[in-house]
């Protein structure tokens, strides 16, 4: 599985965006940015996902750099029920490669 | 629409003894994963069922096993349970396609004494 690389923690403030980092430099032509997050004793939520272009949903907007190697998640203004563990995950597409593989993440501390 | 849903909340088993797991995904996915979450630790994978086929399999010893009804729900069983197998199961289900997220659902603690 190709293998992403994100902080072991990022802090911010209530209101500010947050910027959390990836880098998946052994990225393929077919592999799916996917980020997850997940809050204290729940399961991991689904945030956002994109190919090549930048996307924008309710809760995040997804930056990918042009070259697709590295991406950024962001979180416009931040709360409290935002600080969780944030997971970026390479889905490939085709043969077994379809599971998801989480690393450590990124945990996000917010400050009141 | 209902989410991911998994039954029971928590268990409790003694050492040796099998538990069995639950899993109903959103309607129309087909795709069902496992993962294994120990306590302080990150998800581990352990099965992928698609279309009632096991597709996939992480790193775990036999005696973790399950199987994907025609309806799409999935079983996990642990067989001669450890200590160790104390975790959080999580169910994950998704269409079978990359292009699409997973949704999970809350879990199952299972407690080995």
């Known amino acids: 599985d190709a293998k992403t690389t994100q902080p072991n923690s990022m802090e911010s403030n209530e209101e500010e965006p947050v910027h959390l980092p990836c880098n998946h430099s052994?990225?393929?032509?077919?592999?799916?940015i996917h980020w997850y997050r997940q809050l204290p004793s729940q399961g991991p939520e689904y945030v956002i996902h994109?190919?090549?272009s930048n996307v924008n949903n309710r809760m995040a907007s997804l930056a990918i750099a042009e070259d697709r190697k590295s991406s950024t998640l962001i979180l416009h203004r931040a709360t409290l029920r935002d600080a969780a563990v944030y997971y970026c995950?390479?889905?490939?597409?085709?043969?077994?490669?379809?599971?998801?593989?989480f690393g450590k993440g990124t945990l996000l501390t917010v400050n009141p | 629409e209902a989410g991911v849903t998994q039954s029971p909340t928590h268990l409790i088993k003694t050492r040796g003894q099998q538990a069995t797991l639950r899993c109903s995904p959103i309607?129309?996915?087909?795709?069902v994963y496992w993962y294994q979450q120990a306590l302080g630790l990150g998800l581990q994978f352990l099965l992928w069922?698609?279309?009632?086929?096991?597709?996939n399999r992480g790193n775990f010893p036999p005696r973790f096993s399950g199987r994907q009804f025609p309806n799409y729900s999935s079983e996990l069983n642990v067989n001669a349970l450890e200590l160790e197998d104390s975790a959080l199961y999580l169910c994950?289900?998704?269409?079978?396609?990359?292009?699409?997220?997973?949704?999970f659902g809350q879990g199952t603690r299972l407690t080995v004494v």
């Open positions: 052994t990225i393929s032509g077919t592999d799916y």
């Open positions: 994109g190919l090549t």
């Open positions: 994950a289900s998704s269409l079978q396609v990359a292009g699409r997220g997973a949704f």
């Open positions: 309607s129309g996915h087909t795709s």
């Open positions: 069922y698609d279309e009632g086929e096991e597709r």
């Open positions: 995950i390479l889905r490939a597409h085709g043969g077994s490669n379809y599971k998801l593989t």
